[in-house]
Nanobody, 116 residues
């Protein structure tokens, strides 16, 4: 059974921090690099960061130095620590295996709202 459950979003002032969590089913987590994606209102979903099974990471330029992705393989969980948040980080955040297209299975996501 495919499972992706995101949590940890909320409303925060600019400059604040949030930590997102995502529990994934073993079938997704154990064989894939895991990514955090985000979709802002009126925009397409974009990849914000990913982490490979070996722990290598990638960040889109707009979040470099502010976001940190990590994974706990024993808990099938991937995290996104978000610091120095900006209003432009406002979006619904999703986790998924790297490369999953829009027709793949997606969880409900978690809303992050950053006020100015």
């Amino acid at each position: 059974q495919v499972q992706l459950v995101e949590s940890g979003g909320g409303l925060v002032q600019a400059g604040g921090s949030l930590r997102l969590s995502c529990v994934a089913s073993t079938g997704i987590f154990s064989i894939n690099a895991m990514g955090w994606y985000r979709q802002a209102p009126g925009k397409q979903r974009e990849l914000a960061a990913y982490i490979t099974t070996g722990g290598n990471t990638y960040y889109v330029n707009s979040v470099k130095g502010r976001f940190t992705i990590s994974r706990d393989n024993g808990k099938n969980t991937v995290y996104l620590q978000m610091n120095s948040l900006k209003p432009e980080d406002t979006a619904v955040y999703y986790c998924n295996g790297l490369g999953v297209g829009p027709r793949g299975y997606w969880g409900q996501g978690t809303q992050v709202t950053v006020s100015s």
